[in-house]
């Protein structure tokens, strides 16, 4: 079904999402560059926001990411505050409320923040941007996701969701910290599909006690639960 092509298995490449690479960011990039790029966005032009939220209730024992415990309320809401601020200055940077064809909710996890801020956000895309076909996708994690979040979501009009899963091995999950059964996974599927929002699953292969086997179980049960896509990452010891 795929072809397969184990030169560029061999090849080792950055274990980074995003591109640029963090490996590329430096001082040389900052404020008058931005300004400069936004003010030179045609007005025509559809755009994509993302919004990150660097937080997690449960920081899973692998992370490399650049994230803090969701534990202290201050800290979360004056996140927020500066968020929601910043969109607004971005908006009026780009001369009021310009076309957006994507936006994305990526993290750390979106869902540590508390529900009505999440709301508050989307509340201020809403008024600062025309955000009317827009796309709407949210990196969820799974062990924070209950029936008001999904509502919500559905309410807003979230078209997909991304399910952090990584494995559903569970001495996998005992080793990484990260322990969420099979159910809980499978629970959070039903519900969001009755929301009409669409899965994916990120999962990871060569975490710590993993063997080909575990890899193999998950991806048998994930194919079983059919979400839309599946990204499978490799892990990269930090």
Do not use: K
């Not at 449960?58 to 505050?81: E, M, Q, S």
């Not at 979106?110 to 956000?121: F, G, I, Q, T």
């Not at 494995?167 to 159910?183: F, N, Y």
């Not at 639960?225 to 990269?236: D, E, H, K, N, V």
């Amino acid at each position: 079904m795929f072809r397969y092509h184990p030169d560029l298995l061999a090849a080792p490449v950055p274990r980074y999402t995003s591109y640029p690479t963090a490996a590329q960011f430096t001082d040389a990039v900052g404020a008058e560059a931005l300004e400069e790029r936004l003010d030179r966005l045609p007005q025509d032009a559809g755009i994509s926001l993302y919004l990150h939220i660097p937080y997690c209730h449960d920081i899973c024992w692998y992370c490399g990411c650049n994230t803090g415990a969701a534990t202290r309320p201050r800290r979360l809401a004056t996140y927020v505050d500066a968020l929601e601020q910043e969109i607004a200055l971005v908006a009026s940077r780009l001369g009021g409320r310009r076309r957006v064809t994507h936006i994305a909710f990526g993290g750390g996890s979106p869902n540590s923040l508390p529900l009505v801020d999440w709301v508050r956000l989307n509340h201020q895309l809403l008024l600062c941007f025309d955000t009317s076909d827009a796309v709407l996708s949210v990196e969820i994690d799974p062990r924070r996701l209950d029936r008001a979040w999904i509502d919500a979501m559905g309410q807003i009009g979230v078209s997909r969701v991304n399910l952090g899963v990584q494995t559903l091995a569970p001495h996998v999950q005992q080793a990484i910290g990260r322990v969420q059964p099979v159910e809980m996974v499978e629970a959070a599927v039903e519900g969001l599909r009755r929301a009409h929002i669409d899965v994916g699953f990120d999962l990871m292969y060569g975490l710590p006690g993993q063997s080909e086997v575990d890899l193999i179980e998950t991806l048998e049960t994930s194919i079983r639960l059919a979400p839309s896509r599946i990204a499978l990452f490799g892990y990269a010891h930090m």
